[in-house]
Structure formats: structure tokens, C-alpha cells
């Protein structure tokens, strides 16, 4: 296939994606925390609590509808640009993106017409009801979406069938239960929790730099700043299972998170660096040009044991037979074996020959792993992009253990009732709300530029996957959607800021 074709598609698509991870984060944070803020309100009776939960609910209001609008172009896209892949994986794929559509956005777009205009139209216990079932909808969207990730990033629960050349789904709770999946999805959600805190207490700060709506500010703040330590607690937790998770999956993704060339035994972790920019798999260069790394954390953090050995990109590559390890070039032969016998097998079926059709169906299951290897022109190629990966894993990792150490202090400078006299950490918390989008973003180039070269890992690349389409109209639609979501992201920005400075009293 043209390359410039897979190019622009794979823009096109990340375009999408990282627009949409503007919007959603807010979202999935911001309705728990405006479901928290109403529950105040509504075992209170504080009137207070009404307008302040009635603010936040706005803010979450313009978010959501212009994240929906990202969010149904991306799926699209899958037919438009990626046929190919929709086609190979439609029926395990498509079921979890229907069950989303269904079930959970149906779920948050009707009570969503209820919390927003049901003010004093229905009783204030439903209003609440209403509230905290579209924050749960809000994340089981999530949920459905992100095990559908999970799958591409390790699929699971699935029957090849050479017949209609499509992955059939076997087991559904494989699928969902996956741990990569699950893993995934707790890390991502707890990251718009995060986001979303950080947004809370960001625009608070603001509100008390301005000395205007104080009492509002810090109320908000506290809620904002407790939610987010804990849920800032769990990131970091949920982080190190999807590490470990990475590890056992997709070991070149880990060893690209850490510029990793040369395997090792009781690895450590790079806290600070710079790689060597001259450094390939064929030199043997050094790896950094300075680094500072923790001791035997990442084969803690990677195997759960200070002692095991982590594979470098040269091991998976070229393979190394003293720790057991198949290099690239043996499964790229398994690969093509498994795609002459699909091949023969097709031949077979032609001629109905029930007995060759056996022979190479057999074979097909045994190298199936490996069918997407077949596709590759040389080892190499499994090496996603290694600056992109190591440094998006550690600005997001860095960014993390900030935000930690904001929401602490800020909750106990809040107990000190004086914050306001603190200008420095209230002008953190306002610059820290751009930083929490940094590190969502972050987050999502690991995840997708560290699984390259594969649109599923092990059976399908990228290349494989895209639509047979003019270069041009990929480039015309490119170009349009960089217009469109641009203007909404400036339109959102404006409305918002808007909102923000009438605040919780209109304008009064």
C-alpha cells in the first residue's frame, strides 16, 4: 500500500484521538465531582452548595456536548480509513463500541436532559439519582471504549476464521476481563479524574487571585483537591499495573518507555535523562547522554521482582536463546508460514479439497500468533519510535507525581485558612491545568506510538490495516478536521473562560 496513504491516515486518525482526549478527560472527572457537590447540597439543604454544584454542572455541560461531536467522527473513521482492519476485526471489535452506543451513552444522554433542565421540575433526590447515573455513564462509555483498546493492544478471546477472513469472537468475558484491558481502563479513567481536579482547583485558584467568590473558591477547592489526592493515589497504583501489564504484553513497548537496548538483570528505572541520539540497534553506542536512575525498579515495577531480567530491544529483535527469547526474524518466518497456509487454504477451498484444507488449517492455528510478523519486511521494524516513547512516558510519569504534591499541599494550606496569602501555589494550581492535559496526552503516545508498528498487536500492522483510498481525499478530510476541531476547541476554550469569569452568582 502507498505509504504516504498510511501516513496520512495515521495522522488523520491521532488528530482525532488526541482532540477528542481534550474534551473527555473533564468529563469523566467533573460529573463525580458535581455528583459529590450536589450530595452536599441535597443532605444539607445549603443553597450554597446548590449554586456551586450548579456552576460546575455548566462547565460540564459545554464540555460534554463537544466532546460527543469528536467522538462519533473517530468511530467512523474505522470504516472510512481503516476497512481493512474493521473487516479483520469487526465482529470482536465492533461489539463492545455497539454495547457503548447502546447501552452507556443512551444511559448518560437521557438522565444528562434531567440534571441539566430538571431543576425544580423533579424531586431533588431523582435530580441526584440523575446526576451520579451520568457520571456513570460518562465512564461506562469509557469503559467500553477502552477494552476495545485493551483488545488492540492484546487480543484475546477470538477464533481466526480463514472462511470469512475475519476474528470471531469466543468468549466475551475474556475480552472484557482482560487484564490489559482492565488495566487500562482504570489507569485512563483515573487520569480525567485527575484532570478534572486539577481543572477544579485550577479555576478555584483563579477565583482567589481575583479575590472575588471566595467562600465559593475554597469550598470548591477542597472538594476538588480531596478528590484529586485520592484519585491521584490510585493513578499511581493503576500506573503500576499497566506497567506491569506492558511487561508480560508488550515488552518492546517497555523497553522503548526506557530506551532500553541492552537487556539487563535487576534493571533500574531512568528518573532524568537524555538519549543518545546516535544510538541504533546496530552500534554500540552509549544508551544515554546522561541519566539518573533508581535501582532495580524496573524489574520491580515491570516482573514484580528486583532480580529479573528485562529484555532489551536488541533481545527482541535478534532474539536471545540463553533467556529463552524469540527475535523478530524467527516470527517473521512464522508469520509468513502462517500466511502461505491461509493462502493454501483458500486455494484448497476453491477446489473443495477437504483434506488439504485440513493440512493447512492446522497449520494456520499453530503460527496464527504470529500472522501479523508475515506482513514485516525486516526485524527492525517492530521497534516503534523510541525518542517519542521514552520521552512521552517520563514527562507523563513526572507530571503525575506533581500533581501529588500539589493537591497535599493545597489541602493543607486550605486547613491553615490562609491560602490565599500562598500566590505561588495558587499560580501552580492555574498553570497546572494545561500541565494535566500534557500528561493525558502523554499518556495516550505512549500507549499508541509504543505499540508501532502494529493497528493490532502481533496480527495486524498498521500498513495492513488502512483503506485502499485516494492519498488526496485522506488529506482533504485531514485537513477539514484540523479546521473543525480547532474551532471547537477555541469555541470550548471561549465559552468556558466565559462561564468562568460570570461566575456562580451570573454575574450579580
Not at 485550577?202 to 484519585?231: H, P, Q
Not at 527482541?316 to 508460514?337: C, D, P, S, W
Not at 502481533?458 to 474551532?487: E, K, Q, R, Y
Amino acid at each position: 500500500m502507498e505509504e504516504h496513504l498510511v501516513d496520512w491516515s495515521r495522522a488523520q486518525f491521532a488528530l482525532t484521538a488526541m482532540y477528542h482526549w481534550l474534551f473527555v478527560p473533564l468529563t469523566l472527572g467533573l460529573g463525580f465531582i458535581v455528583a459529590i457537590m450536589e450530595s452536599i447540597y441535597v443532605k444539607t439543604g445549603s443553597e450554597f452548595w446548590k449554586k456551586t454544584t450548579k456552576f460546575w454542572m455548566t462547565i460540564f455541560a459545554i464540555n460534554f456536548a463537544i466532546g460527543v461531536a469528536t467522538g462519533i467522527i473517530m468511530e467512523f473513521e474505522f470504516g472510512t480509513n481503516w476497512a481493512n482492519y474493521s473487516w479483520f476485526v469487526g465482529d470482536i471489535f465492533g461489539a463492545p463500541l455497539a454495547i457503548e452506543g447502546i447501552l452507556a451513552f443512551f444511559m448518560e444522554s437521557t438522565f444528562f436532559a434531567v440534571m441539566f433542565f430538571g431543576w425544580n421540575k423533579v424531586d431533588k433526590n431523582f435530580h441526584l439519582l440523575s446526576t451520579w447515573l451520568v457520571a456513570i455513564g460518562s465512564n461506562l462509555s469509557a469503559l467500553w471504549i477502552l477494552v476495545a483498546n485493551g483488545w488492540m493492544q492484546h487480543p484475546v478471546g477470538m477464533t481466526f476464521n480463514p472462511d470469512t477472513v475475519r476474528n470471531e469472537m469466543n468468549n466475551f468475558w475474556d475480552v472484557l476481563l482482560s487484564p490489559v484491558a482492565v488495566s487500562k481502563f482504570l489507569h485512563t479513567i483515573a487520569s480525567g479524574y485527575v484532570m478534572a481536579s486539577l481543572f477544579v482547583v485550577g479555576v478555584s485558584a483563579w477565583y482567589l487571585l481575583k479575590k472575588r467568590d471566595v467562600i465559593f473558591a475554597k469550598n470548591s477547592m477542597l472538594v476538588g483537591a480531596t478528590f484529586g489526592l485520592i484519585t491521584a493515589l490510585f493513578l499511581t497504583l493503576s500506573g503500576d499495573e499497566s506497567a506491569h501489564q506492558v511487561a508480560l504484553k508488550q515488552p518492546v513497548k517497555l523497553a522503548a518507555m526506557e530506551g532500553l537496548y541492552e537487556g539487563r538483570t535487576e534493571a533500574g528505572i531512568v528518573g532524568i535523562g537524555m538519549l543518545n541520539p546516535e544510538k541504533t540497534l546496530f552500534n554500540e553506542a552509549e544508551e544515554f547522554i546522561f541519566q539518573i536512575e533508581a535501582p532495580y525498579a524496573l524489574s520491580l515495577l515491570g516482573y514484580h521482582d528486583i532480580h529479573a531480567y528485562v529484555p532489551g530491544l536488541k533481545d527482541l529483535v535478534y532474539g536471545n536463546k540463553e533467556r529463552g527469547i524469540m527475535g523478530a526474524e524467527e516470527k517473521i518466518a512464522k508469520g509468513k508460514i502462517a500466511i502461505e497456509a491461509f493462502e493454501a487454504y483458500k486455494d484448497a477451498h476453491e477446489l473443495k479439497d477437504s483434506e488439504n484444507m485440513a493440512q493447512n488449517r492446522l497449520i494456520l492455528d499453530e503460527n496464527m500468533q504470529y500472522f501479523g510478523y508475515g506482513y514485516l519486511k525486516n526485524p527492525e521494524q517492530i521497534v516503534p519510535p523510541v525518542a517519542i516513547t521514552f520521552y512521552a512516558f517520563h514527562i507523563m510519569v513526572a507530571l503525575g507525581g506533581w500533581f501529588l504534591v500539589l493537591f497535599a499541599l493545597v489541602l493543607f494550606l486550605l486547613t491553615k485558612k490562609d491560602i490565599e496569602k500562598f500566590r505561588v501555589v495558587l499560580w501552580a494550581a492555574v498553570w497546572s491545568i494545561p500541565l494535566g492535559y500534557i500528561a493525558g496526552e502523554a499518556g495516550w503516545v505512549v500507549a499508541e506510538v509504543g505499540r508501532q508498528p502494529w493497528a493490532i498487536q502481533d496480527l495486524m500492522p498498521v500498513g495492513v490495516a488502512a483503506t485502499h483510498i485516494a492519498t488526496s481525499n485522506v488529506i482533504i478530510s485531514f485537513t477539514l478536521f484540523a479546521l473543525l476541531f480547532t474551532t471547537l476547541l477555541i469555541a470550548e476554550i471561549k465559552i468556558m473562560t466565559t462561564q468562568i469569569k460570570i461566575g456562580p452568582d451570573g454575574g450579580h
